[in-house]
């Protein structure tokens, strides 16, 4: 399965000023497959330290951080010869091991030249233990399996090539259009989780799927309550089962769990934020950059990890997304923005790899547009509709009362015969965002 995150390790690969890069990325999303995939391709050998299958690869890291004495160690141990500009060292599971991690700046500033990249299924919470000095090390990261990157592993190709970019929008006809609609029907079933995708391709059913996804959340929360010792396990267990009904309305922490106490809540959804298997969308005042800067900490929504998980943690028939004409309708259109949401933050986000809204909040008039995203130091509206496009309130509201606002993007299931009206651009919701 071939993932767009090969073309930025190539690019990396390729530095004449190299860092150590490390992998961040939700557990089983495809980290460890795609960096050996990558290594076997673009590498003589590829070298993998795994820190959680072998907990006696930490003594490696115990006294002397110094990489050549780390190299002749892990050569020992592998019985490979380790060759800068031939050989990619993989550390799989760091976070299991804290001065593996420290490590890595040591291995810029004394050996640059030798490829390392690290990657863990929790890395999250070791990162906020190690500080690294700025300019040692690299970040890339890695989500489910996009769409796009669906289509590709399905051997259609040009049915990928024809999904359309909101910022250069080629027309595609109805036949090309309902082909689309029906692949993002299965997706919708599938999700992004590579087990998944790969167990769906490789026997054209989805008789299996439902039980890959019951182990991949319940893998989620015995992982959980490894990292976290002092974690209310059963809480986490019932913010999990919550959230995903929740994606698409702005929550109040008393609304996800009015029995227990704000507190409790917070910190159990800060540990899913961490684990990266729900992501905040939060408000923010779209006249000025950065978006970041005007949030609010208390209005939000939130994202899912995967849709395919959301489906099946919501309890949906897959045969209502197999037999629905318009997906937009089904779950109140909570799928189509799971949907959207996920493609958008696979993307980059809206700013810095996060994703914002606009709210206002006012007694006679309230309105609300589902994503922000930006370009070129501008910031564009996004708005889900069902079918026609109908009074789009908020959408007029927003581009009325927002400084410098030039035009929105309306993204619905329905194929548009005028893309462009008056200061609105209408577009299939499959559309790339970015």
């Known amino acids: 399965m071939k993932r767009s995150i090969e073309h930025k390790l190539i690019k990396w690969k390729n530095e004449r000023k190299r860092k150590p890069l490390i992998i961040r990325g939700a557990r089983q999303v495809g980290k460890t497959y795609s960096i050996n995939s990558f290594g076997s391709k673009h590498f003589t050998n590829c070298v ?39 050989t990619l060292l993989f550390m799989d599971e760091i976070q299991e091991c804290e001065r593996a991690l420290l490590s890595l700046r040591y291995f810029y500033e004394e050996m640059p030249e030798l490829h390392v990249i690290a990657a863990g299924s929790m890395l999250e919470f070791a990162l906020k233990e190690v500080s690294f000095p700025v300019g040692r090390v690299s970040f890339e990261w890695m989500y489910p399996v996009t769409f796009k990157e669906f289509l590709l592993a399905s051997k259609k190709e040009l049915l990928a090539e024809a999904i359309p970019n909101v910022f250069d929008y080629k027309p595609i006809s109805e036949i090309v259009h309902n082909m689309i609609i029906d692949q993002l029907r299965i997706y919708f079933i599938i999700g992004g989780m590579p087990e998944a995708v790969k167990e769906y ?23 959980l309550a490894k990292y976290n010792k002092r974690t209310d396990v059963e809480e986490l267990d019932y913010l999990m089962k919550t959230i995903p009904k929740y994606v698409g309305s702005q929550i109040k922490y008393t609304t ?13 959804l800060q540990i899913l934020e961490k684990a990266l298997i729900i992501h905040k969308i939060h408000a923010a005042n779209a006249n000025r950059l950065p978006l970041g800067a005007s949030y609010s900490a208390k209005i939000f929504k939130t ?6 998980l959301m489906q099946y943690t919501c309890g949906i028939d897959a045969n209502s997304i197999i037999n629905e004409k318009d ?26 790899r996060k994703l914002y809204y606009w709210s206002r909040r006012e007694k006679n ?66 559309s790339e965002l970015i």
Not at 303 to 308: C, E, R, T, Y
Not at 390 to 413: C, Q, W
Request: proline share 5%.
């Open 303 to 308: 994202l899912f990890l995967d849709i395919g």
């Open 201 to 223: 391709i490789e026997q054209n059913s989805f008789l299996k799927i439902p039980k890959i996804h019951e182990e991949i959340f319940y893998s989620y929360m015995q992982t």
């Open 256 to 268: 996800l769990d009015p029995e227990r106490r704000i507190e409790k809540t917070k910190t159990a």
């Open 327 to 352: 997906l937009s309708k089904i779950y109140k259109g909570a799928l189509v923005e799971q949907f959207v949401g996920q493609e958008l933050l696979a993307a980059g986000g809206s700013e810095n």
């Open 48 to 86: 993998q330290l795994d820190f959680e299958r072998n907990l006696s690869l930490a003594k490696i890291f115990e006294d002397n951080l110094s990489p050549k004495q780390i190299i002749l160690q892990i050569e020992l141990f592998s019985g490979n010869k380790i060759i800068p500009g031939e």
């Open 365 to 430: 008039s309230s309105a609300e547009i589902d994503y922000l995203i930006i370009r070129n130091g501008k910031i564009f509206p996004v708005e889900l509709k069902s079918g026609p496009a109908g009074r789009l309130k908020s959408m007029h509201i927003y581009l009325d009362e927002i400084e410098n606002a030039e035009t929105g993007f309306v993204l619905s299931p329905v194929l548009h015969k005028k893309q462009n009206v008056n200061n609105l651009t209408f577009l299939p919701f499959y």
